[in-house]
Nanobody, 123 residues
């Protein structure tokens, strides 16, 4: 099992920036990809960005449009999401997630470990 805890959310004006953090613990050696998802109430979660365990293959959703950067610090077992040029449409609960599905990118549908979420509000 893998435990994930997000932090760093908050309120920001349009055009501002935030950096989210996700601390991972448990059986982290089994993780092949980690990712950030987001969810608006009443809608399903959508993938935002993902990163392989080696940190060499970042994946971004089209709607990020170059504004977000995913990174990790393996020594601290921490995943980050730097969000720049935030817009009101980015308002959501952001979730950290992880999968041990495989060592290749296979899409957003196989992430099974989830953090509790952190609220991001852009106005």
């Amino acid at each position: 099992h893998v435990q994930l805890v997000e932090s760093g959310g908050g309120s920001v004006q349009a055009g501002g920036s935030l950096r989210l953090s996700c601390g991972a613990s448990g059986n982290t050696a089994s993780v092949t990809y980690m990712a950030w998802f987001r969810q608006v109430p009443g809608k399903g979660r959508e993938g935002v960005a993902a990163l392989d365990s080696g940190g060499s293959n970042p994946i971004y959703a089209d709607f990020v449009k170059g504004r977000f950067t995913i990174s990790q610090d393996n020594a601290k077992n921490t995943l980050y999401l730097r969000m720049d040029s935030l817009q009101p449409d980015d308002t959501a609960v952001y979730y950290c997630s992880a999968t041990g599905y495989g060592d290749r990118w296979e899409g957003w549908n196989h992430f099974g470990y989830w953090g509790q979420g952190t609220q991001v509000t852009v106005s």
